[in-house]
C-alpha cells in the first residue's frame, strides 16, 4: 500500500463526502479509492468511514485521523516547497473560484505575472458567479464579496468595494436623469438576479440616515451573471448599479455616466476563503500573497 497516497485519498473522501466526488477530483478509479481506504482502515486496525449507497459518514477515529492528516499533508507540502536549498517555488494543484467580472477584468489580465513566479503551479480556475461548495467541490479557496456568517470558512479581507448607478447615454436620451431615488420609478432597471433564488437584487441607495432598497417597478430586464450585467448597462437596456472600479473607467469614455452620486451604500468587503479545518499549504499561501497585492489596488479605502 502507498500509505501517502491512501492518507491523502482518505482526507479527500472525507472533504468530498463521497467516493465518487473523491475519485473524480483525484482522477483515479473509484475502485482505486475505496481499495486504498480499505487498505488504510486496515493497515489501521479502526474504522475510518462508514459507507452507504448513497453517502460516507466519518467515525469518529476517522475524525481524529483527518485532523492529524491535515497536518502531515500540510507539513509535507511545506517540505516540497523549501527542498534543494529552498530554490524550489511552490508546486501542484490549486483550485480557485471566483465571480464573472473579478476574474475577466481584475485577475485573468494579470495571470501571467502569477505564472511567471510560480511556474509550478497547476491552476484550476473555476469562473462563475453562483455560490460554490468549497469542501464538496475540492476547492482550495474562493474570492467572495460580501459579510461571512459561516463559522466553518477562513477569510482574508482584499479590499473593500464601492458601488455606483449609472446607465449608458443611449438609454438616457430623451429621458430625465434621476435627481432621487424616487424618480427610479420611471425608468428601466438593468438588474442583477440571484442564481440560486431567480430573485433579483434590489439597487442599495444610502444617503445619511436615508435609505432605499430599489426593486424595478417597470418592465426591464435582469441577468444573473456580473460580466453580463455590466455589458446590458452599456448596451443602453436600462440604470444598473455596479462596482465603481468597474465603471469609472467608462465615465472617462462616455460610455457611461454616473447617477445619484450622492447615494451610496455601505462598502462592500471582498475576501479570500478557504475552510477553517484546512492548513493553508505553500500553493494557497502564495497565492494569498499575490492576490491581495493584486487586489489592493482597486480599494475603495485608498481613494
Given amino acids: 500500500m502507498d500509505q501517502l497516497l491512501a492518507i491523502r485519498t482518505f482526507v479527500r473522501v472525507a472533504e468530498a463526502g463521497s467516493f465518487a466526488k473523491a475519485a473524480d477530483q483525484m482522477n483515479l478509479p473509484r475502485s482505486s479509492v475505496s481499495k486504498l481506504v480499505q487498505d488504510l482502515e486496515a493497515h489501521l486496525g479502526a474504522k475510518l468511514v462508514e459507507r452507504t449507497t448513497r453517502s460516507v459518514t466519518i467515525t469518529a477515529e476517522g475524525f481524529a485521523y483527518h485532523e492529524r492528516a491535515l497536518r502531515l499533508i500540510a507539513d509535507l507540502d511545506e517540505m516540497d516547497g523549501t527542498v534543494a536549498g529552498g530554490r524550489s517555488t511552490p508546486k501542484g494543484r490549486l483550485r480557485v473560484d471566483i465571480g464573472s467580472v473579478m476574474a475577466n477584468q481584475i485577475l485573468i489580465p494579470r495571470l501571467p505575472e502569477f505564472q511567471a513566479l510560480y511556474p ?154 478557504y475552510p477553517a479545518d484546512r492548513f493553508p499549504n505553500a500553493r494557497l499561501r502564495a497565492f494569498s500573497d499575490w492576490v491581495a497585492n493584486l487586489f489592493r489596488d482597486i480599494d475603495s479605502r485608498r481613494g
Avoid at 170 to 180: F, I, M, Q, T, V
Avoid at 239 to 249: E, K, S, V
Fill in 120 to 273: 509550478d503551479i497547476d491552476l484550476l480556475l473555476g469562473v462563475s458567479d453562483r455560490s460554490v461548495d468549497l469542501v464538496g467541490e475540492g476547492i482550495d479557496c474562493v474570492i467572495r464579496g460580501g459579510v461571512l456568517a459561516d463559522s466553518a470558512l477562513k477569510a482574508r479581507k482584499l479590499c473593500e468595494l464601492d458601488f455606483v448607478v449609472c446607465a449608458a447615454p443611449s438609454y438616457l436620451a430623451g429621458r430625465l436623469k434621476p435627481e432621487h431615488p424616487d424618480d427610479l420609478r420611471e425608468h428601466r432597471i438593468a438588474s442583477y438576479f440571484s442564481a440560486l433564488s431567480g430573485k433579483p437584487f434590489p439597487l442599495l441607495l444610502q444617503r445619511g440616515d436615508e435609505r432605499y432598497d430599489y426593486l424595478p417597478a417597470v418592465p426591464g430586464m435582469s441577468v444573473n451573471e456580473s460580466t453580463a450585467h455590466l455589458n446590458s448597462m452599456l448596451a443602453g437596456l436600462g440604470i444598473g448599479q455596479t462596482f465603481g472600479f468597474l465603471a469609472r473607467p467608462h465615465f472617462k469614455t462616455g460610455a457611461l455616466v454616473e447617477l445619484l452620486p450622492d447615494w451610496k451604500p455601505e462598502l462592500r468587503p471582498l475576501h479570500l476563503v
